[in-house]
């Protein structure tokens, strides 16, 4: 069933403020998925802040087309029947949510990307960014990191602490 040109021009427009926004983009290959299937897809994405769109090719050509950091991306990835998926808030979140449902679901391939940057990003690259921990947990395992000595520094010390304490109370206690 063929799509207005009004309905083209309102899904060009959504998807190009998704871009302009966007922080990380993946897409992959969904052929053989049923209508449950990608339903399921997009309720793990709603739940990460990813929005799921499955668009024709050429509208996403025309969109990245009207966002300045895309106007230079190589789109030759861009074949096929594809699901995108698109994050303003994580850069690694879309790729690891299409990869997540990809492990329960074989007929879903990762095809590739895009960087917040305007990088296209090929199938290799973005399984490596799928495996990558969220932006919360880099966080977290660099402030563990950095707390590490400080807290080793305070452990020593109340050991000798304490150590200092038998002494003057087995002196004491003499």
Not at 102 to 125: C, M, R, V, Y
Not at 148 to 172: C, F, M, Q, R, W
């Given at each position: 069933?063929?799509?207005?040109?009004d309905?083209?021009?309102?899904?060009?427009?959504?998807l190009?403020?998704?871009?302009?926004?966007?922080?990380?983009?993946?897409?992959?290959?969904?052929?053989?998925?049923?209508?449950?299937?990608l339903?399921?897809l997009?309720?793990a994405?709603?739940?990460?802040?990813?929005v799921i769109?499955?668009?024709?090719?050429?509208?996403?050509?025309?969109?990245?087309?009207?966002?300045?950091?895309?106007k230079?991306?190589?789109?030759?990835?861009?074949?096929?029947?594809?699901v995108y998926?698109?994050?303003?808030?994580?850069?690694?979140?879309?790729?690891k949510?299409l990869?997540?449902?990809?492990?329960?679901?074989?007929?879903?391939?990762?095809?590739?990307?895009?960087?917040?940057?305007?990088?296209?990003?090929?199938?290799?690259?973005?399984k490596a960014l799928?495996g990558?921990?969220s932006?919360?947990?880099?966080?977290?395992?660099?402030?563990?990191?950095?707390?590490?000595?400080?807290?080793?520094?305070?452990?020593?010390?109340?050991g000798?602490?304490?150590?200092?304490?038998?002494?003057?109370?087995?002196?004491?206690a003499a």
């Amino acid at each position: 069933m063929a799509i207005s040109r009004d309905k083209k021009q309102t899904l060009v427009a959504e998807l190009t403020e998704l871009l302009k926004d966007a922080k990380g983009t993946a897409f992959a290959r969904y052929q053989g998925l049923s209508v449950a299937e990608l339903q399921e897809l997009r309720k793990a994405a709603r739940e990460a802040n990813v929005v799921i769109k499955v668009v024709k090719n050429r509208l996403v050509r025309v969109a990245l087309q009207g966002v300045n950091t895309y106007k230079e991306t190589d789109t030759d990835l861009l074949v096929g029947q594809l699901v995108y998926a698109i994050s303003a808030e994580d850069e690694v979140m879309p790729a690891k949510v299409l990869d997540t449902f990809a492990k329960t679901h074989p007929a879903l391939q990762l095809a590739g990307g895009f960087s917040g940057e305007g990088l296209g990003i090929n199938e290799a690259d973005i399984k490596a960014l799928a495996g990558l921990p969220s932006k919360d947990q880099l966080i977290a395992e660099v402030v563990a990191q950095l707390l590490s000595p400080v807290h080793d520094t305070v452990g020593a010390l109340g050991g000798n602490l304490h150590g200092l304490l038998d002494g003057i109370e087995a002196k004491a206690a003499a």
